[in-house]
């Protein structure tokens, strides 16, 4: 079943508003992308059909002109013979061919206007179409985001997940309590040379930068 009866259903359309009250949104615009793709099709034959009539009634006018015209050499040789009753003929002839052409004039004028509406149905029609594809687009774009949501949530908040990082905490704290333990072994024990060396080296760099420190604020106060 069509979501429109009519193409003025279609160029009138609140597409936001079908959506927000549709159960399934996305069925329903992809139903009414299909009917907007069809009457385009439809609008564009029937402009085809349109333009194909013009040119066959211009045609056919022009060729109405041309007998008028041949009418008229007619009857002006007839009264060059002295056959006044030919060229009467000839000249009942030509307005019957001119009638013909002037008739056509307004079958010429309602083709065009044919023509002009077909082409403001079309700008309507894509314009239409446009804005439904843009909302399908959304919609898709809504939907992989929750998807993605949805699949990312379940892992963060697996119980598993909780569980490793768990046993995780528990083995860094075993980790923390060998580490205790072996530098337990070190505590009390005399310094080794190394060490001793070290902490004189240290202690050099203490006092070195204490008197670069005094000697700065020293020469900020001489200021």
Same mark, same amino acid.
């Given at each position: ?42 609008? !564009?034959?029937?402009?085809? !059909? ?44 030509? !307005? ?40 399908? !687009? ?86």
């Amino acid at each position: 079943m069509g979501v429109f009866s009519r193409l003025s259903d279609i160029v009138n359309s609140n597409i936001n508003s079908m959506l927000d009250k549709a159960e399934e949104p996305e069925k329903i615009v992809r139903l009414i992308i299909q009917e907007m793709e069809d009457t385009l099709v439809e609008v !564009r034959s029937r402009a085809a !059909r349109a333009i194909a009539d013009r040119k066959e009634v211009e045609r056919r006018q022009a060729d109405f002109s041309i007998r008028a015209k041949e009418w008229e050499s007619k009857a002006e040789l007839a009264i060059a013979k002295g056959r006044d009753d030919l060229a009467k003929g000839a000249i009942a002839a030509k !307005r019957k061919a001119l009638e013909m052409a002037e008739l056509l004039d307004g079958e010429l004028t309602a083709i065009q206007e044919t023509i002009g509406k077909s082409n403001d149905d079309l700008e309507k029609l894509q314009s239409k179409l446009k804005e439904a594809k843009t909302k399908q !687009r959304s919609l898709e774009l809504r939907r992989h985001a929750a998807s993605d949501s949805v699949r990312i949530n379940r892992h963060v908040y697996d119980a598993r997940i909780d569980d490793a990082l768990a046993r995780f905490d528990r083995y860094e704290r075993k980790i923390d309590e060998l580490e205790a333990e072996a530098e337990s072994w070190t505590m009390g024990r005399p310094k080794t040379l190394d060490q001793e060396f070290s902490e004189l080296e240290s202690e050099d760099a203490v006092n070195e930068e204490l008197e670069t420190l005094k000697q700065r604020i020293a020469e900020r106060v001489g200021r």
